[in-house]
């Protein structure tokens, strides 16, 4: 009787310790949120959101330059990251037949995974900004773009394989048993059944990608212009030419909100509270679009 009562009383401390903890969460992350919004009330208006900064005299007045770029370096890295991290899932989990090898190759993704962003930054900026000069044009989206997808690639090729696991064995086995081949197997059953959890990883990769600023900064640089397509000449690159976007600077938020406390002389700081409102808003829209897919696939 004791015994039961002291575990009862224990219960109750871990599930106070535990309402304290996500209660501070809650407030410490309201708090930031709020804190954000408040400073970015001033500045954040249509003109502001809508206009890129080459169109206005003042040195960051505008970020539409830096929302569509790092639209397109999100979108663009996850995919060229995505076809690779998916074969990869789908090769050691249902090709592969295990050993030293993949084991090692495990342990390399789960190394790659952790890899601080200003390492992949810096290895960015010597290898494709430096010696790649001539293909991708130094600093520049395809750069940006190539980097950010070797810092996704681990998220979404874990996200696929977890995806891959929870596919019940009796539909695959099933599957077999009727005659079914491998590749029949897999596009028919496998991949139709973990194709929530894939594309779940999928947009966490765009969302990875959009609030990343060490590699960016490293690889992309920062353009004010509005980014364009068109074909320009350039002695330096291969063939002689510079297409634009790919080959060309470009702008993100990240580095709109970092500018604005490097150079609070000449950007407000308020204008950087409001371009990290913006990132912030584009962070949750994706991280959402995730839920919701997670949602989706428990209830299906």
Not at 280 to 296: D, G
């Amino acid at each position: 009787m004791k015994k039961l009562k002291w575990t009862k009383v224990e219960s109750s401390i871990f599930k106070i310790i535990s309402y304290i903890a996500a209660a501070t969460t809650a407030l410490t992350l309201i708090y930031i949120l709020g804190n954000i919004t408040v400073q970015a009330m001033p500045s954040l208006t249509w003109e502001y959101v809508l206009t890129s900064e080459s169109d206005h005299m003042e040195l960051g007045a505008g970020i539409a330059n830096a929302i569509v770029g790092s639209l397109l370096l999100s979108l663009g890295s996850t995919i060229l990251a995505a076809p690779l991290a998916v074969g990869t899932a789908i090769y050691v989990k249902r090709y592969s037949r295990g050993g030293k090898i993949i084991d090692g190759f495990s342990f390399f993704i789960d190394v790659l995974s952790g890899t601080p962003s200003i390492v992949l930054g810096i290895f960015g900026l010597y290898i494709l900004v430096f010696l790649m000069r001539s293909v991708t044009g130094g600093f520049s989206l395809i750069s940006g773009t190539i980097a950010l997808a070797i810092l996704i690639l681990p998220v979404i090729e874990r996200a696929t394989e977890n995806a891959i696991d929870a596919v019940p064995a009796e539909l695959e086995e099933a599957s077999y048993a009727l005659g079914a081949s491998k590749m029949e197997t897999l596009f028919k059953i496998t991949l139709p059944c973990a194709i929530s959890g894939i594309l779940t990883g999928i947009v966490i990769g765009v969302g990875r990608a959009a609030e990343e600023s060490a590699v960016v900064v490293l690889t992309a640089g920062y353009s004010q212009f509005m980014p364009e397509l068109k074909i320009g000449s350039n002695p330096s690159n291969v063939f002689g030419l510079k297409i634009y976007p790919l080959q060309d600077l470009v702008g993100t938020l990240p580095i709109c909100v970092y500018r604005s406390f490097e150079f609070p002389n000449m950007v407000s700081p308020s204008q950087g509270f409001a371009a990290a409102f913006v990132l912030i808003l584009i962070v949750i829209t994706i991280n959402s679009i995730a839920r919701f897919i997670a949602w989706r696939r428990r209830i299906g």
